[in-house]
């Protein structure tokens, strides 16, 4: 049934409170689990029919996956923890404001306090706009299971609208971004329809900067390929170049870069040209504000 606003299928329905519990039941043969944190997503799919799992396995229960922790100079968010408290986090440290941003566009209040950052990633949407920051942040990911545990390069991790580098028996433990040294700027911005919508083009920029010369430029787009791209032409034209204004032609022909590098579609959202045009406008937005806040001018 689709278009509903009731789930028609019946399913089990488990809470573990421990790590163990849940590979416990991980573990257990012949399972149609599915991982459910805060719902925001795989509710929806469900009462449309595109996903009928037998049983939902949550994860908010679990302590062990709700934290954020700062150790050498890496922050590590446990998958569990939502996106309300990540958004709070991630506005205390300014090289890494777009990740600030990008959790802060992905829904309104009611969202912010359900969804979590490892379901964000793991719904595996072209449009996630937790992952362009992610992204040029050069994140990576704790996958564990009862066996163990290894460590995934985000990019890696998502292969495609829904899939992920995930075992049956694994789960995302933490969200791990190395934050940036003095004198980075980051800055984060989505196209949409109406507010809190999934975006039509989003775009994320990380910027080191010293003095007037920009030595690193990181940019990822998301919602104009299968996966959102870490775009590697800006940093090939703009790395060791010194700035003088970050509207001239050297920006802009960073920005045309960009809208050559990405691969959008016509869809119900927007159109490919459309996503073009804006993906040049948008780095140029981006990067000023990222130049900036590099500098220490802007919040």
């Not at 001239?248 to 959202?269: F, K, M, N, Q, T």
């Amino acid at each position: 049934m689709h278009n509903s606003r009731i789930i028609t299928n019946e399913f089990d329905f488990c809470q573990p409170a421990t790590l163990t519990e849940l590979f416990g039941l991980l573990n257990e043969p012949g399972g149609d689990d599915r991982l459910i944190a805060g719902g925001t997503d795989i509710l929806v799919m469900m009462k449309e029919g595109r996903h009928c799992p037998k049983r939902l396995v949550s994860t908010m229960k679990i302590d062990e996956l709700d934290f954020i922790e700062i150790k050498d100079g890496v922050m590590r968010i446990g998958a569990a923890t939502k996106l309300k408290k990540v958004a709070a986090a991630c506005r205390e440290i300014k090289s890494i404001l777009a990740l600030h941003e990008g959790v802060s566009s992905i829904g309104k209040l009611q969202i912010l306090n359900m969804a979590t950052i490892a379901g964000n990633i793991c719904t595996a949407s072209p449009a996630a706009d937790s992952v362009p920051p992610l992204l040029t942040l050069g994140t990576t990911l704790t996958l564990k299971s009862g066996d163990g545990e290894r460590q995934v390069a985000l990019e890696d991790f998502i292969l495609g609208p829904g899939k992920t580098a995930i075992g049956r028996d694994e789960i995302v433990y933490s969200v791990n971004i190395p934050l940036p040294a003095e004198g980075v700027g980051s800055s984060f911005r989505k196209m949409e329809r109406v507010g809190a919508d999934i975006a039509k083009i989003n775009i994320a920029i990380s910027i080191k900067r010293n003095g007037d010369v920009c030595e690193s430029c990181k940019v990822a787009v998301g919602s104009c390929a299968p996966t959102a791209l870490l775009i590697d032409e800006p940093g090939g034209i703009l790395s060791g170049q010194l700035i003088s204004d970050p509207e001239s032609d050297l920006i802009r022909r960073a920005g045309v870069a960009v809208s050559e590098a990405i691969r959008p579609i016509d869809d119900i959202r927007s159109t490919a040209e459309y996503r073009r045009k804006v993906a040049k406008v948008l780095f140029m937005d981006v990067f000023q504000v990222a130049w900036d806040r590099a500098k220490g001018d802007a919040s």
